[in-house]
C-alpha cells in the first residue's frame, strides 16, 4: 500500500473489457513527508476520488482482481481508500 496525490483523469475510447465502467486516475506516489517518490502510476478508482485528493493505491494483483471480479486483468494499480 502507497499515498499517492490524484494529478489528474484519463480517458480511453479503446480499452480492455475488465476496465468497463471503471474511472481511471493519474496519481502521484508520495513519501511519509507528502513529497513526490516516483513517477505517476495510473490506476482504477471506484471510491470518487478527484484531483488533489489524497489516496492509497495497491499493486497486490490479487487484491486488484478481487476487485475487479476478474483473473485477466492488466490493472496494476488501484485506489484502496481516500485519506481523511
Known amino acids: 500500500m502507497n499515498l499517492g496525490r490524484v494529478i489528474g483523469q484519463a480517458t480511453s475510447t479503446v480499452k480492455h473489457p475488465t476496465l468497463d465502467g471503471w474511472r481511471l486516475l493519474v496519481v502521484q506516489p508520495v513519501n511519509n513527508e507528502g513529497e513526490e517518490s516516483g513517477d505517476p502510476v495510473m490506476s482504477i478508482d471506484n471510491l470518487g476520488a478527484g484531483r488533489g485528493d489524497m489516496v492509497m ?22 485506489v484502496i481508500g481516500l485519506q481523511d
Do not use: F, H
Open 57 to 78: 493505491i495497491t499493486s497486490d494483483g490479487k487484491a486488484v482482481r478481487e476487485m475487479m471480479g476478474s483473473n485477466n486483468t492488466p490493472v496494476r494499480w488501484a
